[in-house]
C-alpha cells in the first residue's frame, strides 16, 4: 500500500480526525487527504465523515490492502482474483528487482507442485508466494521451505485445525477416526504405504524456487497453497481442507498470522528446526523416500540443517537432501 494511504489508515483507525488535521499530520493538502479517503473507500475499507472528523468502521474481508492493515511484517501484499500461479507472478517481480511482496490469489488457474505437478487452486483457497531476498548461501535455502511449513502450521493450528508437517514440505491433518496415527490394524490389512497414508491427508505444500549466484541466493520464492475455505471435493482425494475441518476460516487473520511467522522465523533462523521438529509427524516413523537416484526405506531418526532427512536404514544411517516421502505403517509382527 502506497505509504501515505496507509499513514491514512493508521491515523483514523484510532478515532476520527478532522480532514485539516490529518492534512498537517501528514504534511498533504486537505485535497490530497480526501483523495487517500476516496482511494480507500474503493479498495473496501469503511471510512465515516463525522463532524469529529474521518474514521475508520470497516476493513475488507479479503485482499491486499486487507492483509497489509494490521500486518506484524514488511511485506508488500499484492492481491489477484485470479492467477495462472503466484509463483509464476513472484518470480515476473523477482526479475523486475522486487523484494519483500507476498503475492495472493483466490483463485489459480495454473498452480504448480514440485516436479511441475498439478496443485488444483479453487477459489477460496489461500495460495500464497512470498518473494525475498536473504543474505544466504543457496544451499541454505531448504531452511525456507522449513520456516513455512512451521508457519504455516502454527497460522492453521490458531483456527483449530491439529496439524503436522511431513518432510519436507507438506502440512498434513489426521483423520478423526485415528487421531493417534499409530495405525488402525482393521484398516488395509495387506498394504502398507496406502493404509497409512490415507489416514493422513495434506492441508497444504510448498514450492520453493530460486535463483542463486555464486555463493548468495538472489531472490527465492516460497510458494503455500493452502486449501482454506475449499471444499474437499474440488482438491485430490488424499488431501483436505480448513472448511473440513472446522469450517470457514477469516483468511485476512490466517495470512496475517502466517506471513508474521514466516517473518519472525527468518529473522530467527535457529528458530525454524526446533518448531519444525516440535510439529513433526515423520519423526519417529518408517518412512519411504524416493530421490531421483533411489529408494530408501528405514526409520526419520532427526531433521539437520539446512532440511536434511536422517534416516536409520538396513544399512545404517542415510542423510537426504531432496525427495518425496511417504510415511508408511509401523512394521507389525510377522512382517
Ligand atoms: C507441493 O508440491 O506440495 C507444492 C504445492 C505448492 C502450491 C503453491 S500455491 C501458491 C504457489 N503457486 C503455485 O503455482 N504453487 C505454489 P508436491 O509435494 O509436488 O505435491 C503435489 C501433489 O499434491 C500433486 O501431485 C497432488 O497429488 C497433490 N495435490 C494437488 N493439489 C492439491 C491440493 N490443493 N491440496 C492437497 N494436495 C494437492
Redesign the pocket.
Known sequence: MQETRRAVLDAIADGPVSGPDLAARLEISRAAVWKHVEALRAVGFGVASTDAGYALDGVPDYGGPAVEFGLDAPFEVEFHPSL?????R?RDLAAAGGTDVAVL?DE?T??????D??????AG?V???VLCRPDLPPARAPIYTLAAAVATTRAVRAEGVDAGIKWP??VLVRDQWNGNGSGNENENENNENKGSEARE???????TEMQGEADRIAWIVV?????AN?DSD???L????MREAVGDVDRRGLVQRLLGEFDALRTDPDSILPAWREFAFTLGRRVRVETARETIVGEAMDVRFPGTLVLETSEGRVSVSVG?CEHLRPATNGR
Not at 84 to 88: C, F, L, R, W, Y
Not at 110 to 115: A, D, F, N
Not at 117 to 122: G, L, N, T, Y
Not at 223 to 227: A, C, Q, R
Open positions: 495462472p500461479s503466484t509463483n509464476a513472484a490469489a489459480q495454473g498452480g504448480r507442485g514440485r516436479l505437478r498439478e496443485w488444483a487452486s479453487p483457497g495460495w500464497l508466494s514440505n507438506d491427508r495434506k492441508l497444504a505444500g510448498i514450492l510458494g503455500i497453497g493452502l486449501n475449499v474440488d482438491v485430490p488424499r488431501a483436505t481442507s518425496d
